[in-house]
Antibody, heavy 116, light 107 residues
Framework: EVQLVESGGDLVQPGGSLRLSCAVS????????MTWVRQAPGKGLEWVAS????????YYVDSVKGRFTISRDNDKNSLYLQMNSLSAEDTALYFC?????????WGQGSLVTVSS | AIQLTQSPSSLSASVGDRVTITCRAS??????LVWFQQKPGRAPKLMIY???KLESGVPSRFSGSGSGIDFTLTINSLQPEDFATYYC?????????FGQGTKLEIK
């Protein structure tokens, strides 16, 4: 059974940092692109970043470029999102998803709240 | 970045109705489009991929069509479990972009 489990979400002050993790199981992690998608409270879905199987290609939405870093550890079957210089606009439920196109499998999300 | 414009943004319909949701891209994206269904508090669920291919396990009352710029998601004979929010996503290039969503509500 394919499983993706996000963790690391928390309440953080503006300007702070946070690192999200996504632990996967049930498929060969190193064979797939991986993606982060977020959803602000009551709002729509926003694609955040994707990373290639070997980590050699990474893409970001403009609003997080220079602040967020997507990475992966294929030995640990884990995906990460390092988030720096957080602002209230980054408050959202963050999902990890398998793939960079079809996104068949998703985690349940990890809530990041940026507030003083 | 490619913009996707969904319409309508909300829709009221009754069980048994046929509904159509459209997604228009700001530039041609071939058939690089998927449709997701999302229910409150849940992760999105893939419904249609490559614009018109039905994801395994999705009821046949769902169908997708289109290529290039204009795409549609059609649901025939609405069932109670279909009331949700639907999003299109383009994967023609990066950055990936979602439509703003269409909330399908019970009339």
């Amino acid at each position: 059974e394919v499983q993706l489990v996000e963790s690391g979400g928390d309440l953080v002050q503006p300007g702070g940092s946070l690192r999200l993790s996504c632990a996967v199981s049930g498929f060969t992690f190193s064979s797939y692109w991986m993606t982060w998608v977020r959803q602000a409270p009551g709002k729509g879905l926003e694609w955040v970043a994707s990373i290639k199987q070997d980590g050699s290609e990474k893409y970001y939405v403009d609003s997080v470029k220079g602040r967020f870093t997507i990475s992966r550890d294929n030995d640990k079957n884990s995906l990460y999102l390092q988030m720096n210089s957080l602002s209230a606009e980054d408050t959202a439920l963050y999902f990890c998803a398998r793939g960079a196109s079809y996104n068949r499998y998703w985690g349940q999300g990890s809530l990041v709240t940026v507030s003083s | 970045a490619i913009q996707l414009t969904q319409s309508p943004s909300s829709l009221s319909a009754s069980v048994g109705d046929r509904v159509t949701i459209t997604c228009r891209a700001s530039q041609g994206i071939s058939s690089a489009l998927v449709w997701f269904q999302q229910k409150p508090g849940r992760a999105p669920k893939l419904m249609i991929y490559d614009a018109s291919k039905l994801e395994s396990g999705v009821p046949s009352r769902f169908s997708g069509s289109g290529s290039g710029i204009d795409f549609t998601l059609t649901i025939n004979s609405l069932q109670p479990e279909d009331f949700a929010t639907y999003y299109c996503l383009q994967f023609n290039n990066f950055p990936r972009t979602f439509g703003q969503g269409t909330k399908l509500e019970i009339k």
